[in-house]
């Protein structure tokens, strides 16, 4: 259960923690897209530099970072081999046995090692300084132009908030039930296999009956406090651009200048 | 064979800005063979001290005794499952935890989980099923399809088949009515009189403790600030105020009696004391 802390928001006070969520995924999508800039090797450096003064911005350590990314080594690895099997182009880096490494097959490799590390990253920042219902406000609100052509941004942003307050909820109710049955003697690692599809089907069952439970109480707790889908609604909270918003829109797109730049 | 705390510290999600120190210093003997109460306020770490009795939560530092095994965090305890056999958990809303097609295949799923015989395991469930004071129709009905009531003490029946010698019980009462709650906390006190069975309740229901239970340890911020006969606990009137609780409606009523001029001496923990004691006063 401790991977899911990836991602998860930190309550902090830092400059990232204190920008428009609206301009934070704006920010977040321009970053995303010069990853996918084909700029070289001297780009992506640019763009790691960027993004770990961000890191130092919103006092999150490298450290909290690499450990998160533990699960991806077993699919470079994977990639890695596949890679090497398939491609055939740059010079030959050695010959062992009939099996030859191209350079081609290593930079690849490397490349979409590159990227991920730096989606991941980037992807964190947003998620781990921007509350999920900030988040999902400002999703709402960079939605909200499509609504001229029938898109139901409130809807949307609803179902994502909802979605997000639960995970926590459903994380403490596995808990719980896993400890519940444990109490009854079910043993995840141990057993027959029969033994552990029944011990599967003990926690996955209750949580569904569960699951269901709650989401009825909680339209029927939505619809008593007056909620019609599609309807007209002000909001409680205001988002207002800073300064800091400024500084960082800034920031974001003279860096996607100078990929661009790198690209050409 | 005791059931011990000793120096335990608990934290929640250590190393990370979550951390939350749930339980502090605990150093705690239960007494065998008694009905013993804990309770205090929300959030004094009740439900975490109670699963460090079964091994669902270790100790980060410290040590807990239970029966014959030691639990420390230095070595992970191997084969929990025979701990788990003789200490009995019941969760707090324990209907949850309800997933077999039929309310017997499901209190049958403990004791055949600690590998006790089919035949064997459905006599341990059907006398489990009458020990919560449901009839045999109960046995071959879908456990989703009755009252709540009836699901919390088809989840109690699943933990009493398993027959473990100390029965733990987070808020085993919570949201029953008046009736059920009390046909509840006697069965409990049955098990013990009868079977010998060491009984530690969690519980909010003061009328609970004064005529149900044996010792009181009360927590409060993740440390035991008492623990006391429950006789000598509710006399001094300070001691359960001092953690926002009411004192039971017989004490208060002693109370009054006691403002109203009149006088006693003996300690009073069931009405009978109490009758007793005005018609003295009357007579006099």
């Not at chain 1, 219902?133 to 609803?158: N, Q, V, Y």
């Not at chain 2, 324990?94 to 015989?117: C, R, S």
């Not at chain 2, 008492?226 to 409606?249: A, C, G, S």
Request: contains cysteine; glycine residues 6%.
């Amino acid at each position: 259960m401790n991977n899911i802390a990836l991602g998860r928001y930190i309550p902090l006070n830092t400059f990232t923690h204190k920008l428009d969520p609206r301009f934070k995924i704006l920010g977040m999508l321009i970053l995303m897209v010069s990853v996918f800039f084909p700029s070289g090797f001297i780009g992506y450096g640019v763009i790691a530099a960027f993004v770990f003064i961000a890191l130092l911005f919103t006092k999150i350590s490298l450290k909290m970072i690499l450990k998160s990314m533990k699960p991806m080594i077993f699919m470079l690895s994977f990639l890695f081999v596949i890679n090497s099997l398939v491609i055939r182009t740059g010079y030959v880096l050695f010959n062992i046995y009939g099996f030859t490494l191209y350079s081609d097959a290593v930079f690849q490799t490397l490349y979409i090692m590159v990227r991920l590390t730096l989606m991941i990253i980037i992807t964190t920042l947003l998620t781990v300084s921007t509350k999920p219902m900030d988040l999902t406000l400002g999703i709402e609100d960079l939605l909200s132009p499509f609504k001229r052509i029938g898109l139901p941004s409130h809807e949307i942003a609803m179902m994502i908030s909802i979605a997000l307050r639960f995970i926590p909820t459903l994380i403490d109710e596995t808990n719980r039930i896993m400890k519940a049955q444990a109490s009854r003697g079910v043993d995840l690692k141990e057993g027959s296999f029969k033994e552990k599809i029944m011990a599967i089907l003990s926690l996955i069952v209750p949580l569904f009956v569960s699951s269901f439970q709650r989401a009825e109480e909680l339209a029927d707790a939505m619809e008593a406090r007056g909620y019609v889908v599609a309807q007209h609604r002000t909001r409680y909270k205001q988002l207002k651009p800073t300064y800091r918003d400024t500084v960082m829109m800034g920031g974001v797109l003279s860096l996607l200048g100078v990929i661009i730049w790198l690209s050409l | 064979m005791p059931i011990a705390f000793e120096k335990v510290n608990f934290k929640y999600a250590p190393n990370t800005p979550f951390a939350y120190e749930a339980l502090k210093n605990i150093d705690l003997a239960f007494e065998m063979g008694k009905v013993t109460a804990i309770i205090g306020p929300t959030g004094s770490g009740k439900s975490t001290l109670v699963q460090h009795l079964n091994a669902l939560l270790l100790p980060s530092e410290g040590t807990v005794l239970v029966l014959d095994r030691t639990i420390t965090n230095k070595h992970k305890p191997k084969e929990l499952k025979s701990l788990r056999q003789r200490v009995g958990l019941v969760f707090q809303f324990p209907e949850y935890q309800l997933f077999e097609e039929t309310i017997l295949k499901d209190i049958m799923f403990g004791p055949l989980n600690f590998k006790v015989p089919e035949a064997q395991a459905k006599v341990l469930a059907m006398n489990a099923l009458k020990l919560v004071g449901l009839d045999e129709s109960f046995a071959e009905k879908s456990p989703l399809d009755i009252s709540g009531g009836q699901k919390r003490r088809v989840a109690i029946a699943g933990i009493l088949a398993i027959n473990p010698d100390v029965l733990v019980l987070d808020e085993p009462t919570a949201g029953l009515d008046p009736q059920g709650s009390k046909a509840m906390m006697e069965l409990f006190l049955r098990l013990n009189k009868e079977n010998g069975k060491t009984i530690l309740i969690v519980t909010h229901d003061m009328e609970h403790v004064i005529n149900y239970c044996d010792n009181v340890v009360v927590m409060k911020d993740g440390e035991v600030i008492n623990h006391q006969r429950v006789t000598d606990y509710f006399e001094r009137k300070t001691q359960v105020e001092d953690i926002q609780m009411n004192l039971p409606q017989l004490l208060m009523f002693k109370e009054a009696l006691l403002d109203g001029g009149f006088e006693f001496k003996q300690p009073m923990r069931y009405l009978e004391d109490l009758a007793e004691a005005i018609s003295k006063e009357i007579k006099r």
